[in-house]
C-alpha cells in the first residue's frame, strides 16, 4: 500500500501561483511513477501532468504546458506541482496518484493509489 497526502491548495486570483506538494509513505517511492490529476465540478477526473522514477521525463496536458511544473524529490518521498499564471480554468480538486511504474503515465485507470485531493481555487 502506498498513503498520499496533499497540500498547499487554496484560493488564488487569475495570474498567480501555487505550489502543490503530496507527501507518499509506506513503500519505496523511486519505484513508482507520480501524477496529478484534477476534478472540477461536474467534470470527469482529468490528467494535469505526470513524472517518471527519476523526474527524468514529464509530461502535461495541453492547457497546462508552460505554467505548470512538476517535480520530485525521492529523498523526502515528494512530488510537487508547480502551478504558475493560473486561470479560472484551473479551478478543481487536485489529485496526486502513484502508478506501478517506472515510467511516466498519462493514463488515469493505470494509476494504483490516489490521495484526498487538495482544492484550488483561482478567481477572476
Known amino acids: 500500500q502506498v498513503q498520499l497526502v496533499e497540500s498547499g491548495g487554496g484560493l488564488v486570483q487569475a495570474g498567480g501561483s501555487l505550489r502543490l506538494s503530496c507527501v507518499a509513505s509506506?513503500?519505496?517511492?523511486?519505484?513508482?511513477?507520480m501524477g496529478w490529476f484534477r476534478q472540477a465540478p461536474g467534470k470527469e477526473r482529468e490528467f494535469v501532468a505526470t513524472i517518471n522514477w527519476s523526474g527524468g521525463s514529464t509530461y502535461y496536458r495541453d492547457s497546462v504546458k508552460g505554467r505548470f511544473t512538476i517535480s520530485r524529490d525521492n529523498a523526502k518521498n515528494t512530488v510537487y506541482l508547480q502551478m504558475n499564471t493560473l486561470e479560472p480554468e484551473d479551478t478543481a480538486v487536485y489529485y496526486c496518484a502513484a502508478a506501478s511504474s517506472r515510467g511516466a503515465i498519462t493514463i488515469l485507470r493505470l494509476y494504483d493509489y490516489w490521495g484526498q485531493g487538495t482544492q484550488v481555487t483561482v478567481s477572476s
Open positions: 509506506g513503500r519505496i517511492f523511486s519505484n513508482y511513477a
